[in-house]
Every structure is written in C-alpha cells, then in structure tokens.
C-alpha cells in the first residue's frame, strides 16, 4: 500500500458523522420545514427523528418528507405517540429506515436504538423489553470505534428527569448506559429538558427536542 492510499485512508477514518438529531416536533409541519432547511444548509450526513413526531399518527404529511425532499439519509425510532401501523407508512412512503429494535453502521460509528417509552400514552414498551431490544441491537455493533445510542425516553437518575413528575425516566435506559457506554445518547421525550446536555460516566446524553441538535461523532 502506497503513502498516498495509507493518507487517505487514515483521513476517512478520521471524518465524522454529522448528525441532526430532532425529538418531539409533536405534529409541528413548520419546525420540520425549517430543520430540513437546516439539515441541508449544515450538510449533515444523517437526520435521526428521536419520536413524538406526529401527534398520535394523524396528518402524517409533512413529517419525514421535507428532509427526503432534500436528498438527507433519515433514521427513525417511534415515540409514545407512534404505533406500529404510522411506523409502518413512513418507512413505506419515504424509503426511510425504522431502527426500533435495529442498528445501522455508517464506516466506523455503529447506531443501535429502542423506541416508545413506559408509562405515559399509547405506545408504551416495558422496561425489560427497552433493555432487551438495546442489549441484542449493542451485540451487533459493540467493536466499531464509536457508538451512538438512540431513545425516547430518557434515562432516570439525571438531571434531566428530575424536571418532570409525570414523565419518568427510564431504569433500563439507564443501565443500558452504564453496560454498554456509548459514546452518545440521542433522546427526548421529557419536554422540560428540552436542549439538555450532561454525562452519565462515559457517556454524552442530549436531549435534543423540538429544536434539534447537530451532533458530531
């Protein structure tokens, strides 16, 4: 292998993934018009939709397409506001993926998520299937050099769920954290930590909203 091919070699790997992440737009046609905008105006790589981007599935235009108008990759987990059947339609319709249960691999930085939250609205999950579903999604992409966890919910004993008493964090996000030590945790759900930003050991937890976040990995 020549100098020239070990360079550029050495420099893809060094390249990051740019990442928007967006939580809880909640049905919100404009904020989603103005974050594709965004997404293409910063060149990002990769759009993640955390869940709560609809509100209960009705109208469901206008939620994913703007950004595949654009031409941008779009990675999604449900919320506690998405069932099985609306998940169903936009992967259909727009061609996107579903990573509920799933991992992606872009070079070297694997994704693995779980979507839905406990407790609270119609689409909940249990916390041993939450741990379950990001314990088998890990195994696949537990070697690569980074990785990114996403959810929903958000996970408990942090600053961010002590904002709220109705919508709890999540036990077995938490140890999920604590076990597989992601470099990132992408979620939402908890309204009040909207913009959020702090360290479970290892691991960065941003709860990137409505607003959305740009994340590099």
Do not use: W
Not at 125 to 138: A, C, D, G, V, Y
Not at 145 to 159: W, Y
């Amino acid at each position: 292998m020549t100098n020239q091919n070990k360079n550029a070699m050495l420099k893809q790997s060094e390249k990051k993934l740019k990442i928007l992440a967006v939580s809880d737009t909640h049905h919100d046609t404009k904020i989603m018009r103005e974050l594709a905008e965004k997404a293409e105006r910063e060149n990002v790589d990769l759009v993640i939709l955390c869940g709560d981007f609809t509100h209960f599935g009705k109208d469901p235009e206008n939620k994913i397409g703007p950004f595949v108008a654009r031409g941008k990759k779009v990675l999604f987990i449900p919320g506690n506001h998405e069932d099985d059947a609306i998940c169903d339609f936009f992967s259909e319709a727009y061609k996107v993926k579903n990573i509920h249960g799933k991992y992606v691999v872009y070079s070297d930085v694997g994704i693995f998520a779980s979507g839905k939250a406990y407790a609270v609205g119609p689409n909940t999950i249990s916390e041993e299937e939450t741990f379950k579903l990001l314990q088998e999604s890990h195994e696949k992409i537990k070697h690569l050099r980074k990785k990114v966890m996403v959810t929903h919910n958000h996970p408990a004993g942090t600053a961010m769920a002590a904002l709220s008493n109705i919508v709890h964090g999540s036990k077995a996000v938490r140890r999920a954290i604590e076990e597989f030590q992601p470099d990132v945790l992408l979620c939402g759900h908890v309204h009040e930590a909207e913009g959020i930003e702090e360290m479970v050991g290892k691991t960065r937890v941003v709860n990137v909203a409505k607003s959305g976040r740009i994340i590099e990995v």
